[in-house]
């Protein structure tokens, strides 16, 4: 395709899924400022009439997502100060994404798993957006996966102020073991040795947390993705937070998502 063509397809290729309940809709300001005073308070009107927020206010965004969850999803949710603030109608897309994965010939069906699906969100963060909108939304169940003090208790307190999906997310710590890398290009994950090729140098990632004998549909990640954190602040008009632990590893994403590549060769059968 040449240059021109193309630019016009990524121009007009949707950003958000068909499925995805803001598509038709966006979020009403209006409507959410007249429920939610909390919300309100953020909430101010342009010359042409238009509610607005200031998306570069981490209050602000953090308390659109607490009523678009509440309102839309029927969740309770909270995340401290300045922890990654996920934006909903943007990881819905990727649950719907993932349906349509499930749902398509690509990757084969399981024996013996019934309709019942369930995923492995690595780095669930303390907001455990994935596993709150897959299991809302679709009756998923969850492992989700995080390594920082903060994300572990945030997220069991997200899922424990949802009674109601308790029974379908685990929130697991990734452990403290470490893969390193050693001057011959070895690395070693938590005492057993495997190549890597990508220098990834960190905590486990899936081989080592997931437990012998479980089996999941997908796994998925929004990796911690910039290699330092001048990065990670390039983009003036929003303010979605993120601490240091949530947005970077050594490597990048390149380097997470080259582990989570060799991770799924050793771990096939595990997932489908
Ligand atoms: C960019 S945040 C994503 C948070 C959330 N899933 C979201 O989409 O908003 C990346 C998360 O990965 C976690 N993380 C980093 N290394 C990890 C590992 N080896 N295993 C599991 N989680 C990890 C970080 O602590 C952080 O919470």
Redesign the pocket.
């Known amino acids: 395709m040449g240059g021109k063509k193309r630019r016009r397809a990524e121009r007009e290729r949707p950003t958000i899924h068909p499925r995805n309940r803001y598509s038709e809709k966006p979020p009403d300001f209006r409507v959410l400022a007249s429920i939610y005073p909390s919300f309100e308070h953020f909430v101010f009107y342009s010359n042409d009439g238009r509610p607005r927020i200031d998306w570069t206010d981490f209050n602000a965004t953090r308390e659109l997502t607490r009523v678009l969850l509440h309102h839309d999803h029927g969740l309770q949710w909270w995340i401290p100060d300045g922890?990654?603030?996920?934006t909903v109608p943007n990881?819905l897309n990727y649950i719907h994404w993932i349906e349509d994965l499930l749902a398509s010939n690509v990757v084969p069906k399981c024996n013996g798993g019934g309709d019942k699906v369930r995923g492995f969100?690595?780095?669930?963060?303390?907001?455990?957006?994935?596993p709150l909108l897959g299991s809302s939304l679709l009756g998923w169940s969850f492992v989700?996966?995080?390594?920082?003090d903060v994300?572990v208790e945030w997220a069991e307190r997200n899922v424990g102020s949802n009674p109601h999906l308790s029974d379908l997310i685990e929130i697991r710590r990734?452990g403290s073991a470490c893969i390193s890398c050693s001057a011959d290009g070895k690395s070693s994950s938590g005492g057993r040795d495997s190549e890597s090729k990508n220098g990834y140098y960190?905590?486990?990632?899936?081989d080592g947390?997931v437990k012998d004998g479980e089996h999941f549909d997908f796994c998925m990640?929004?990796?911690?993705?910039f290699e330092n954190m001048d990065e990670a602040g390039l983009n003036p008009k929003t303010s979605c937070g993120?601490?240091s632990?949530?947005?970077v590893?050594p490597g990048g994403e390149k380097a997470?998502i080259t582990?989570i590549i060799e991770d799924s060769v050793v771990l096939k059968q595990s997932f489908r």
């Not at 969100?121 to 994935?130: E, K, Q, R």
């Not at 960190?202 to 899936?206: A, F, K, N, Q």
């Open positions: 922890q990654l603030c996920p990881r969100d690595i780095g669930t963060g303390v907001n455990c957006i994935y989700g996966s995080d390594v920082t994300a990734a960190g905590p486990l990632v899936l947390v990640c929004n990796p911690p993705f993120g601490t632990e949530e947005m590893c997470f582990r």
